[in-house]
């Protein structure tokens, strides 16, 4: 048996993913977690926390993008998986209608992420368990949702993100 492995064909190489970058708009999805109350109502935001390419630490949503062939479903559930781990257990949404859909120009003005274009479709998931951070996240910090829908959050964020994240808030129920 070989131990070459064939590469998913649903996936660009670093050079490709470059040049569809500059030339087409993506789809990602990002999800909000947040921790429930026993009536329903949203207690906590759960940010996760990253290092930017300043060295700086910045807050950050779950997020990432949509493969080729795979449902929104599919793709929510499989970075929220790699954001948080397998012991958060989200509860997807029944239906894939977002929260609110963000849009991001490589250009100043708008939603920012200078490498592309992109659209996300944002979702607010409860989470259940718990979650330890994956990937390039370094920890998750669960914040009141009354300090998540403040504006001053917003310089914790890359791109406009404490607006989306706002956004998010503003069709869930809190007290």
Do not use: C
């Amino acid at each position: 048996m070989s131990d070459v492995r064939t590469p998913d064909p649903a996936w660009f190489s670093d050079e490709e993913f470059e040049g569809v970058r500059r030339r087409l708009p993506l789809l990602y999805v990002e999800a909000v977690p947040v921790r429930l109350d026993d009536d329903g109502f949203v207690t906590d935001v759960g940010l996760l926390i990253r290092v930017d390419e300043y060295g700086e630490m910045r807050s950050a949503l779950v997020a990432g993008r949509v493969k080729f062939g795979e449902s929104v479903r599919d793709a929510l559930s499989r970075n929220l998986e790699k954001d948080l781990g397998a012991l958060a257990f989200p509860r997807l949404p029944n239906s894939v209608v977002p929260a609110t859909i963000a849009e991001y120009f490589p250009f100043p003005g708008r939603l920012v992420d200078e490498r592309q274009h992109a659209v996300s479709l944002v979702f607010v998931v409860p989470v259940t368990g718990e979650a330890q951070p994956r990937q390039d996240a370094l920890d998750i910090r669960w914040i009141p949702v009354h300090d998540a829908v403040r504006e001053s959050i917003d310089g914790e964020f890359v791109g406009g993100r404490g607006a989306v994240l706002r956004t998010a808030l503003a069709t869930v129920a809190y007290r």
